[in-house]
């Protein structure tokens, strides 16, 4: 039987210029009842690694995240507009 290889790769091991790199992050932050942000650092938790795909050249990097636990049907309490507005401003590009 052959061995497995259970050792993960890195960010840091890919090439990723001209790439389009699809992340996952954890973005379930909490907001008040007027949809405000009440802690970011799940957000600037991830900046570093969205961060880094940005500066090896990725052509793009997607994010993919959730808020709460969608019931099949959009709803607005669960928008990451919100998030990706303190993206935006944190990382100081478009998002």
Known sequence: MAAMN???KSIE????????????VDFNVPMDKAGNI??????VG??????YALD???KSV????HLGRPDGRPKAKDSL???ATRLQELLC???
């Open 81 to 83: 507009k919100p998030v």
């Open 13 to 24: 091991d890919l090439e990723l210029t001209g790439k389009r790199v699809v992340m996952r």
């Open 6 to 8: 259970l050792a993960k």
């Open 38 to 43: 009440t802690n970011n650092q799940r957000i």
């Open 46 to 51: 991830a900046l570093p690694t969205i961060q």
């Open 62 to 65: 997607v994010l993919m995240s």
């Open 56 to 58: 090896k050249g990725a």
């Open 93 to 95: 590009k478009p998002v």
